[in-house]
């Protein structure tokens, strides 16, 4: 983009003018210490670390430090290869002044004065960024880039540190707030496993309160083929009480057609209760019709994993899909069980436990068929117990819908941000702007 474009007050310059671009070089994983110096290992760029550094995930033994790269704050960090050209470059930035030390398969670039690492760290994750290092990738199933083509990377910044500073404020702060909605989900999820283990090991009194556990009263509790539960439960295979019916028998489908109903599969299932199918193949409306007379779907059916992801359940929700063979449908056939609650019957340690022996003795069998899910042993509550459990898991589970949303909102919002803020299409406040910016 020629300067006459850009915003009034911004610079573009390649990076390997403005700073300094080299690779890093490190050792082995034989070289980690858990309580060693802090380390950006290149795969630790995926996994860990966003625009900036807040914690590490690896760290060296001190002997070793000799054979990395000695960080110095401000100091941006690159992925120099990864599994997708899309990916290639990911990259952080290094804000503190403790020793850290960067990893082999890594490309430093050191900013020179008047620019601000924290927003080099940002703008060199944008939209923009990624398109250029994604066509600078090389390689066929590894994917490299390398600290000469980074050299080449078209930086966009405004001329005033000051203006740096506020973008990369207003990006940290969304940040900030992401990271604390992911801590508020994973506690979530940490409150509904506890309340799984405990709902589906002692279950809930007629007044809707845990049961005491058996070491404080061994009367509530009977010994089953499947260890201790409350006396009131009984044990029975699977197949006794829930019908479980394939969509899709015959594996076929008719090709794909540019509008229809959306095929659902194994990778389709997103979050802890739905389904992504914006990029689903779409079949003709017949194969639905074809699958909602063997099928006859209702919104809490549950839909389980047979093939790939395997244990995986969801609810069929109020979305038209076409099935693929990579799943099966679960249908309570008896009174004594109730539908709402056989998700989490399909997502509680019995039953997950029972296929995972049985996968683990037939390992060679790549999908689960019907037979082998019907043969499932699991306790079973008297249903009006089944339907206090649901409400409690339901409730905490709302919980974390919501919170899912948020994050949703947050990590769009930073999106929107990001494209608007580093490029210059939205400005900032600056309190001391200087006249000097034409």
């Known amino acids: 983009m020629s300067d006459r474009r850009l915003p009034q007050g911004w610079r573009e310059a390649e990076l390997g003018s403005v700073g300094a671009c080299f690779r890093g070089r490190g050792g082995t994983r034989a070289d980690e210490q858990a309580d060693g110096l802090p380390c950006i290992r290149y795969g630790d760029l995926y996994t860990h670390h966003d625009c900036i550094v807040r914690s590490f995930c ?22 120099g290869s990864g599994e997708t050209p899309e990916e290639i470059g990911r990259a952080t930035a290094y804000c503190d002044s403790s020793k850290a030390y960067a990893g082999g398969d890594t490309i430093i670039f050191r900013p020179g004065p008047g620019l601000v690492s924290r927003f080099v760290g940002y703008a060199v994750n944008s939209v923009a960024a990624n398109r250029y290092k994604s066509k600078m990738g090389q390689g066929s199933s590894v994917f490299h880039i390398s600290s000469e083509h980074l050299s080449r ?59 005491p556990a058996r070491e404080e009263a061994p009367k509530l509790y009977k010994e089953s083929p499947l ?20 969509p899709n028998p015959s594996h076929r489908y008719p090709g794909e057609q540019e509008t ?62 076409v099935f693929s063979h990579t799943v099966v449908l679960f249908k309570a056939r008896t009174a004594t069980v109730d539908q709402n609650w056989l998700l989490w019957l399909a997502r509680s340690r019995w039953f997950l436990d029972d296929i995972d022996r049985r996968m683990n003795s037939n390992s060679g069998v790549p999908t ?6 019907n043969a499932v042993t699991v306790p079973f509550p008297q249903a009006d117990e089944q339907q206090v459990i649901n409400r409690h898991l339901d409730e905490v589970a709302g919980r974390e819908s919501t919170e ?25 406040p600056v309190a001391e702007l200087r006249e000097v910016v034409v």
């Open 153 to 211: 990377l078209p930086l966009r910044f405004p001329s005033l540190p000051e203006e740096q500073h506020c973008v990369a404020d207003v990006l940290q702060t969304v940040d900030e707030a992401i990271e604390q909605t992911e801590a508020l989900i994973a506690k979530t999820q940490q409150i509904k496993a506890g309340l799984m283990h405990d709902l589906f090991t002692r279950g809930v009194t007629p007044n809707g309160q845990l049961r």
């Open 404 to 428: 899912d949303a948020e994050l949703t909102k947050l990590r769009s919002l930073k999106a929107g941000l990001m494209h608007d803020l580093l490029t210059g299409r939205v400005r900032v």
């Open 227 to 246: 260890g201790w539960i409350p006396k009131e439960w009984e044990v029975d295979v699977f197949g006794n009480r829930i019908s479980i019916v394939d």
């Open 368 to 373: 689960l068929g019907v037979a082998f899910i």
């Open 260 to 321: 229809g109903v959306p095929i659902c599969s194994t990778e389709n299932f997103r979050g802890d209760d739905g389904f992504d199918l914006s990029r689903s193949k779409l079949m003709p409306p017949q194969v639905l019709l074809e699958q909602q007379q063997r099928c006859r779907f209702a919104s809490n059916d549950v839909v389980f994993a047979r093939k790939g992801r395997i244990g995986l359940a969801r609810r069929y929700g109020d979305t038209p899909k």
């Open 58 to 79: 690896s760290a060296i033994s001190p002997t070793r430090a000799f054979a990395y790269t000695a960080l110095q704050s401000g100091d941006i960090v690159f992925a």
